[in-house]
């Protein structure tokens, strides 16, 4: 089902940027209001699609109008068509088979990026069953933002990351929340934190509930 937001193949999406006017010799500067959900899976997508020169603005526009920088209102200027090529995959996707075939296996750590009430399975106010996959980690993606409202320093990051996985190896890793969007703060703050890159399950927890088979845990 590939979850509640299944991401697109990479044609379309070679597609849709070039409609847009996207270039493969551009830079891509994404950002959100404030934090990096929405813009930080713009982010996972474009690396997917082989771009490599590709950042997240940290703070969103929150931090960019407290800085003093200007901001334009109403529509821009028509884009031209371009020609976007796809590349190498940049960045690495998991599939639910992918997951299921390695589950319990020391070569993949799960990290859940969802609420702890959410991943213990205490409540689920968006999809049928409620809890995790088994062996998973729980890792809120709200932990790796400070009260500014940026990623926190890489060296705290990595500090917090290091105690979550205990050894395990972050090239292990495959990130998940519950449909894909949520879980791309802890892969950048991995990155940011000189742990990545990582894999990311896209389809996450409304892809691995929707199949009743799957094994699910609730702690």
Same mark, same amino acid.
């Given at each position: 089902?590939?979850?509640? =937001?299944?991401?697109?193949?990479? #044609?379309?999406?070679?597609?849709?940027? *070039?409609?847009?006017?996207?270039?493969? %010799?551009?830079?891509?500067?994404?950002? @959100?209001?404030?934090? !990096?959900?929405?813009?930080?899976? /713009?982010?996972?997508?474009?690396?997917?699609?082989?771009? %490599?020169?590709?950042?997240?603005? @940290?703070?969103? /526009?929150?931090?960019?109008?407290?800085?003093?920088?200007?901001? !334009? *209102?109403?529509?821009?200027?028509? =884009?031209?068509? &371009?020609?976007?090529?796809?590349?190498? +995959?940049?960045?690495? /996707?998991?599939?639910?088979?992918?997951?299921?075939?390695?589950?319990?296996?020391?070569?993949?750590?799960?990290?859940?990026?969802?609420?702890?009430?959410?991943?213990?399975? #205490?409540?689920?106010?968006?999809?049928?069953?409620?809890? $995790?996959?088994?062996? !998973?980690?729980?890792?809120?993606?709200?932990?790796?933002?400070?009260? %500014?409202?940026?990623?926190?320093?890489? !060296?705290?990051?990595?500090?917090?990351?290091?105690? /979550?996985?205990?050894? $395990?190896?972050?090239?292990?890793?495959? $990130?998940?929340?519950?449909?894909?969007? &949520?879980?791309? +703060?802890?892969?950048?703050?991995?990155?940011?934190?000189?742990?990545?890159?990582?894999?990311?399950?896209?389809? &996450?927890? *409304?892809?691995?509930? *929707?199949?009743? &088979?799957?094994?699910?845990?609730?702690?």
């Amino acid at each position: 089902s590939g979850g509640r =937001h299944p991401l697109p193949n990479r #044609e379309r999406l070679a597609t849709w940027l *070039s409609s847009i006017g996207f270039a493969n %010799d551009m830079q891509a500067v994404v950002y @959100d209001r404030n934090g !990096a959900n929405y813009c930080g899976r /713009l982010w996972w997508m474009l690396k997917w699609a082989g771009h %490599d020169a590709v950042a997240v603005l @940290d703070g969103g /526009l929150q931090a960019w109008i407290a800085a003093g920088n200007p901001v !334009a *209102s109403g529509e821009e200027p028509s =884009h031209f068509q &371009s020609n976007f090529e796809l590349g190498t +995959p940049l960045r690495q /996707l998991a599939t639910v088979a992918d997951v299921q075939q390695r589950l319990g296996q020391p070569g993949q750590t799960i990290v859940d990026a969802r609420a702890t009430p959410r991943y213990r399975g #205490e409540v689920e106010p968006l999809d049928p069953v409620a809890g $995790h996959i088994p062996g !998973a980690l729980n890792r809120p993606f709200g932990l790796n933002i400070g009260p %500014d409202g940026k990623f926190k320093p890489a !060296a705290q990051l990595r500090a917090e990351f290091d105690a /979550l996985l205990q050894g $395990h190896a972050p090239a292990s890793v495959v $990130h998940q929340c519950g449909s894909g969007v &949520s879980a791309v +703060p802890n892969v950048l703050a991995m990155e940011i934190a000189g742990l990545g890159p990582t894999a990311l399950f896209a389809g &996450s927890w *409304s892809e691995w509930c *929707s199949d009743p &088979s799957r094994p699910v845990e609730r702690s």
